[in-house]
């Protein structure tokens, strides 16, 4: 007797059906949309030296920072990575010690920091980060600057720098974000401690771009034709 062949099953189409199904349910999983925010350092920012702060002792003329979180809306910040960037730090010394010490510094990050951000609203740096700075600090009169080092004092280098976390805050109200932290850095050979504390200025929801969907519906749509193939077969 002769033996019936058993029908052709075309499994691809299933294949390709069932894949799309598992990238649409994992598509929202998936995504780590950012809501990226600056912050405006030099109302509240701070630098101390030589046992002398800035201000009053001179001005912070511009600084700040963008920090971005997950979140999965503008008000809706999540846990996970974050990253810090575009740090500027830009002031004037003009202090009395027992001589006058005056000068300026600049400084300016190099690249991206990656962070988490946690539910105590602490962002975690995970490494040092990198602080393009120069400068330049002087003292008169002679006789007496002597009593504090070396002097000028210039630099023009790029500083490691180490923050152990930065605490973050209102990131559920638009407008209402706020930022502070200390770290150290060199004036040259001055040991120096920045206080960070920023306001926001502006706020930006960064969704990532839906690679999923797009992979879904390339699958959706080679199912479909393997489908229209087979009928024609069959």
Request: neutral net charge; proline residues 7%; hydrophobic residues 45%.
């Amino acid at each position: 007797m002769a033996r019936t062949a058993p029908p052709h099953v075309e499994t691809r189409p299933t294949v390709a059906l069932a894949a799309a199904l598992l990238l649409l349910a994992l598509g929202d999983h998936a995504r780590a949309e950012m809501i990226e925010i600056e912050f405006d350092l030099s109302a509240d920012s701070s630098v101390t030296a030589l046992g002398v702060t800035v201000p009053p002792n001179g001005q912070v003329t511009a600084a700040s920072v963008t920090i971005s979180v997950p979140g999965t809306g503008p008000s809706n910040p999540t846990t996970g990575i974050a990253t810090m960037r575009s740090f500027t730090l830009n002031g004037t010394v003009s202090a009395v010690i027992i001589a006058t010490v005056t000068g300026f510094l600049d400084g300016d990050q190099l690249g991206n920091v990656s962070a988490t951000f946690n539910t105590l609203s602490l962002l975690s740096i995970f490494q040092p980060w990198s602080l393009n700075l120069t400068g330049m600090l002087d003292c008169t009169p002679p006789f007496l600057c002597g009593l504090l080092g070396t002097w000028p004092q210039t630099f023009n280098s790029v500083q490691s720098i180490t923050v152990a976390y930065l605490r973050l805050g209102g990131l559920s109200t638009p407008g209402a974000a706020t930022v502070n932290g200390t770290f150290p850095l060199f004036l040259g050979s001055i040991f120096a401690t920045v206080m960070m504390i920023g306001n926001e200025v502006s706020r930006t929801f960064v969704p990532e771009p839906r690679w999923s969907l797009l992979l879904c519906s390339g699958l959706l749509l080679l199912a479909a034709l393997w489908r229209l193939r087979s009928a024609r077969r069959g």
